[in-house]
């Protein structure tokens, strides 16, 4: 058993320090967020995933972006214009600072996460804008585990696993840290499918998304992504149970990929 | 049964006028064909063919407009993202913001790693 925790700890300090070798500088991939409801699709929001790189006085860090818009004709209805963003580190994506500013149908709400894996733990702060208009702040700090990340680095991190290498049935656990939580997602690798998207047609990776601590993504199969079995490992599709119908994420364009 | 099946077209093709307004119009085909089938079999079940007559075509006439107005959403409505200029604006605040706590930061030496 100790030696298993020992090999357990071993290989989760490699995940953090394994090599970016999936994402580049000036990636922009493209969604569009529908409704699908007995194959009725109702578009919702545009999704772009974006990299870019940062220069500070010391060094050079990747930024990974992304952001969510609904589309004109909601924007009456429920109008929404969210933001993620985090600081990388361009080798390693070990995420440095993270903000998450979001506006969902006038609830305003701010997060950033300021990462220090020496200590483990992380500065977090949190605006959010009451009913009146004012605003008020909440200052916290979370003690986090060695791989824990957040959000929009994990959805990077992903791209990046060695998924050829793995075999059907692998799965493995990412933690997560949102709302100063951390969470558990477990990705199964489920099958190799090919399927038609606007890049044309592509073989994917399909991997089961599950989280073991919450209620919402329940069980492995039915929240499912398709990344392409290329180097570039581009997530193409998505599909999310809700209660009624389901959610999906298209790509609609792809630029500036590695490979 | 006769009045079930007017009542249950009159629910479904008002909710398919609404849905049909809404952003989410393309799920208004759903009530609508449901209205087109119920106001059909209320015309069968009455033997008293000239009994509802007026509200079977108005049932039909909702349905009617709900999927003309419908169908031309679907063909003419093209996915656009709205105003983004906030969302742009702030992007750049925080950047410059972000910028400035990582200067205070930590940052391993990236190149040696």
């Given amino acids: 058993m100790k030696s298993f925790l020992s090999l357990l700890i071993i290989l989760s300090s490699f995940m953090l320090t394994a090599q970016n070798n999936t994402i580049a500088a000036g990636e922009k991939l493209t969604f569009s967020a529908s409704y699908n409801m007995n194959g009725l699709l109702n578009e919702l929001a545009q999704v772009i995933m974006e990299t870019s790189t940062v220069k500070t006085s010391k060094s050079t860090l990747l930024k ?158 039915d929240n499912v992504i398709w990344l392409t079995a290329d180097q570039n490992k581009v997530p193409v599709y998505a599909k999310f149970k809700i209660a009624v119908g389901s959610g999906e994420l298209k790509i609609k364009s792809a630029t500036g990929l590695k490979y | 049964m006769k009045k079930l099946f007017l009542v249950l077209g009159f629910i479904t093709s008002i909710l398919a006028l609404i849905l049909a307004v809404t952003p989410l119009f393309k799920i208004a085909f759903i009530p609508a064909i449901a209205a087109l089938i119920f106001g059909l079999l209320t015309f069968v079940v009455s033997k008293d063919k000239q009994q509802f007559k007026k509200p079977i075509q108005l049932v039909f006439l909702i349905t009617i407009i709900t999927l003309a107005l419908t169908t031309y959403k679907s063909v003419f409505t093209e996915s656009q993202v709205g105003n983004t200029e906030q969302m742009e604006q702030k992007e750049e605040q925080l950047e410059e913001e972000s910028i400035e706590e990582l200067e205070g930061l930590e940052i391993d030496d990236i190149d040696n790693q």
């Fill in chain 1, 64 to 221: 990974l972006k992304c952001t969510a818009a609904t589309y004109s004709n909601w924007d009456s209805f429920f109008k929404i214009r969210d933001l993620y963003e985090s600081y990388v580190n361009p080798k390693t994506l070990t995420p440095y600072l993270y903000n998450r500013d979001i506006n969902e149908g006038g609830y305003e709400k701010f997060m950033k996460y300021t990462f220090s894996y020496r200590n483990k733990n992380v500065a977090s702060v949190m605006r959010k804008k009451r009913r009146d208009g004012t605003t008020w702040e909440e200052k916290k700090t979370v003690k986090i585990g060695s791989s824990t990340r957040d959000l929009v680095t994990t959805l990077y991190h992903i791209r990046n696993l060695d998924i050829h290498k793995a075999t059907i049935g692998d799965s493995q656990n990412f933690t997560v840290l949102f709302d100063n939580k951390e969470t558990v997602v477990r990705i199964k690798y489920l099958s190799k499918e090919t399927i038609n998207t606007a890049l044309g047609k592509k073989e994917c990776y399909k991997l089961g998304i599950s989280l073991s601590n919450s209620n919402v993504l329940k069980g492995s199969n």
